[in-house]
């Protein structure tokens, strides 16, 4: 089924929510009918089955095309000949209006705010029956919380996507907000563009009940916090918390975030021998969140473009030859995160080196061969260490900037010797730090994109020049301006058709 408008995206939420309920476990299941809306969740254990859908969604929005699209459209991959030209639209910088992949990403997450705007209506309607115990009340609130981490999560993605770099006071558009359940085919009511400081107000609003709920929570729960939760919790909640502040530029509350998570001790950066098996099988103290996975209940791979198939002879993308040289001497990371593949392009042998990042977790293979599906992991504490040294250089705090960025690289680096710097340089270390340590999860089009920077892929794989002949060429050497409008993708015309309040309101360049 292919929405393509909000009406539709929010009925069918509702439909999608209601019958889920009442299926087996699996959270994956497609619905067999819709069931009446104002009758369907009259209860603790009602409630209870339709909140299990914000972690079907989180499984899904936290993998896949969610993660690795924008990483192929900026500076870090080519595409090769024997690809099928999948994803080449994007990896050639055609960013259009009417873009398949693009409409799909902007529905999907109205979807999901659908849902949570459904889930919180109806933890407001539970809330008020009678006889419920104090623990129901606190559960409650942590359903609530959940489904507005869900929300401010999907309007992030949204805003980071869809609208202009983050400016205070500036004049560039948000996001059409949507906070009630209210289907509706009256396309008069159908909400307009909000400005962006309401958009990121929204979020951060959002992410404080998420962070309060969730904290109370845990006063009664105290065992709940734990590496590699399944569930959400306040510190998963702070990661975002700090990750959206320091895309604003709020630098003060970035920092003081990320030093909530460090200085918690619930969490621990890896020693650079188990660097590995972060990846291989989804195992660290440093993984803040991790979506449940079952064989019953994989959702994507986020492997899908760069590796695959059974004699490691075929991959959609590899990594430029200039990504390749960021990894110094003991770094582990290039062991973890390339492997060296004789890829089968158009009947000959190619040596290159693949990402291997997303190898596959053997405990989530459905038969004996490989499906490339690992657990995703959105929060982590690598990401955090360089959020605070990012943001304490920000603020003035050089000292704790080289402590935490230390820190990073003493996990990662064997017989690492510390350094310190300052100024300019110090941001530019933190940068190239981010570069390497976050390659292959989504966060390069953010950065190119908030550090106001262009780039021009670097075409020769000086690796194996062999591979030159056969990478699309129209990939080899694509190059953004600085502030580029393609950093923003377009609304959708399916949705600028089906929305008059948004047909004026198309992003600058489409």
Same mark, same amino acid.
């Given at each position: 089924?292919?929405?393509?408008?909000?009406?539709? *995206?929010? =009925?069918?939420?509702?439909?999608?929510?209601?019958?889920?309920?009442?299926?087996?476990?699996?959270?994956? *299941?497609?619905? %067999?009918?819709?069931?009446?809306?104002?009758?369907?969740?009259?209860?603790?254990?009602?409630?209870?089955?339709?909140?299990?859908?914000?972690?079907?969604?989180?499984?899904?929005?936290?993998?896949?095309?969610?993660?690795?699209?924008?990483?192929?459209?900026?500076?870090?991959? /080519?595409?090769?000949?024997?690809?099928?030209?999948?994803?080449?639209?994007?990896?050639?910088?055609?960013?259009?209006?009417?873009?398949?992949?693009?409409?799909?990403?902007?529905?999907?997450? %109205?979807?999901?705010?659908?849902?949570?705007?459904?889930?919180?209506?109806?933890?407001?309607?539970? $809330?008020?029956?009678?006889?419920?115990?104090?623990?129901?009340? #606190?559960?409650?609130?942590? &359903?609530?919380?959940?489904? /507005?981490?869900?929300?401010?999560?999907?309007?992030?993605?949204?805003?980071? /996507?869809?609208?202009?770099?983050?400016?205070?006071?500036?004049?560039?558009?948000?996001?059409?907000?949507?906070?009630?359940?209210?289907?509706?085919?009256? #396309?008069?009511?159908?909400?307009?563009?909000?400005?962006?400081?309401?958009?990121?107000?929204?979020?951060?609003?959002?992410?404080?009940?998420?962070?309060?709920?969730?904290?109370?929570?845990?006063?009664?729960?105290?065992?709940?916090?734990?590496?590699?939760?399944?569930? =959400?919790?306040?510190?998963?909640?702070?990661?975002?918390?700090?990750?959206?502040?320091?895309? *604003?530029?709020?630098?003060?509350?970035?920092?003081?975030?990320?030093?909530?998570?460090? $200085?918690?001790?619930?969490?621990?950066?890896?020693?650079?021998? +188990?660097?590995?098996?972060?990846?291989?099988?989804?195992?660290?103290?440093?993984?803040?969140?991790?979506?449940?996975?079952?064989?019953?209940?994989?959702?994507?791979?986020?492997?899908?473009?760069?590796?695959?198939?059974? +004699?490691?002879?075929?991959?959609?993308?590899?990594?430029?030859?200039?990504?390749?040289?960021?990894?110094?001497?003991?770094?582990?990371?290039?062991?973890?995160?390339?492997?060296?593949?004789?890829?089968?392009?158009?009947?000959?042998?190619?040596?290159?080196?693949?990402?291997?990042?997303?190898?596959?977790?053997?405990?989530?293979?459905?038969?004996?061969?490989?499906?490339? #599906?690992?657990?995703?992991?959105?929060?982590?504490?690598?990401?955090?260490?360089?959020?605070?040294?990012?943001?304490?250089?920000?603020?003035?705090?050089?000292?704790?900037?080289?402590?935490?960025?230390?820190?990073?690289?003493?996990?990662?680096?064997?017989?690492?010797?510390?350094?310190?710097?300052?100024?300019?340089?110090?941001?530019?270390?933190?940068?190239?730090?981010?570069?390497?340590?976050?390659?292959?999860?989504?966060?390069?089009?953010?950065?190119?994109?908030? =550090?106001?920077?262009?780039?021009?892929?670097?075409?020769? /794989?000086?690796?194996?020049?062999?591979?030159?002949?056969?990478?699309?060429?129209?990939?080899?050497?694509?190059? %953004?301006?600085?502030?580029?409008?393609? &950093?923003?993708?377009?609304?959708?015309?399916?949705?600028?058709?089906?929305?008059?309040?948004?047909?004026?309101?198309? +992003?600058?360049? &489409?």
């Amino acid at each position: 089924m292919k929405i393509t408008t909000m009406k539709k *995206k929010i =009925l069918f939420s509702i439909m999608l929510l209601c019958a889920g309920m009442f299926t087996s476990c699996s959270m994956d *299941k497609e619905p %067999y009918g819709a069931l009446n809306e104002k009758t369907a969740i009259q209860s603790m254990q009602d409630i209870g089955r339709l909140r299990l859908g914000i972690y079907t969604a989180l499984r899904g929005l936290t993998s896949g095309g969610w993660i690795y699209y924008q990483d192929l459209q900026m500076d870090e991959f /080519h595409g090769l000949i024997s690809n099928g030209n999948r994803n080449g639209q994007v990896s050639a910088g055609q960013i259009l209006a009417s873009n398949d992949d693009i409409e799909g990403f902007f529905a999907s997450s %109205y979807s999901e705010i659908g849902n949570a705007n459904y889930i919180m209506q109806k933890v407001e309607d539970v $809330s008020k029956i009678e006889g419920l115990t104090e623990a129901d009340k #606190v559960t409650l609130k942590k &359903y609530d919380s959940e489904a /507005h981490f869900l929300r401010a999560y999907c309007y992030f993605f949204l805003a980071e /996507h869809f609208c202009q770099p983050y400016a205070e006071n500036s004049k560039a558009l948000g996001l059409p907000i949507v906070t009630k359940f209210n289907p509706t085919g009256d #396309v008069a009511s159908y909400p307009a563009r909000s400005s962006m400081d309401e958009t990121y107000k929204l979020i951060e609003e959002d992410l404080k009940i998420a962070y309060d709920g969730l904290k109370a929570y845990e006063q009664v729960n105290a065992d709940q916090v734990k590496p590699m939760a399944v569930e =959400l919790s306040s510190y998963a909640v702070a990661a975002l918390q700090a990750r959206v502040a320091l895309y *604003k530029g709020d630098y003060p509350t970035a920092l003081a975030k990320s030093k909530e998570i460090i $200085s918690s001790g619930k969490y621990k950066l890896t020693k650079p021998e +188990n660097v590995k098996s972060l990846w291989t099988e989804d195992n660290s103290t440093e993984i803040i969140f991790r979506p449940f996975r079952s064989k019953d209940e994989l959702g994507s791979s986020t492997a899908v473009p760069y590796i695959s198939g059974d +004699n490691k002879s075929s991959a959609d993308y590899i990594p430029t030859y200039e990504v390749l040289t960021r990894y110094g001497e003991g770094d582990v990371r290039f062991d973890a995160y390339f492997d060296q593949w004789k890829l089968d392009i158009e009947g000959a042998k190619y040596d290159a080196f693949v990402l291997n990042k997303y190898p596959g977790n053997k405990n989530l293979w459905t038969t004996t061969k490989n499906n490339y #599906v690992n657990m995703s992991k959105p929060f982590r504490l690598g990401e955090i260490f360089l959020i605070a040294a990012e943001a304490a250089a920000k603020t003035g705090n050089e000292a704790e900037a080289n402590h935490y960025l230390n820190s990073i690289r003493y996990s990662r680096i064997k017989n690492y010797d510390l350094t310190s710097s300052v100024g300019e340089t110090l941001l530019n270390y933190i940068y190239e730090e981010r570069a390497k340590e976050l390659f292959g999860e989504g966060f390069r089009f953010y950065d190119l994109k908030r =550090l106001h920077r262009g780039f021009k892929r670097y075409a020769s /794989h000086e690796e194996n020049s062999k591979l030159d002949g056969v990478v699309v060429n129209n990939t080899k050497s694509v190059t %953004y301006a600085i502030d580029d409008y393609r &950093y923003t993708w377009p609304i959708p015309k399916a949705e600028l058709d089906a929305n008059p309040q948004l047909r004026s309101q198309q +992003n600058p360049g &489409y």
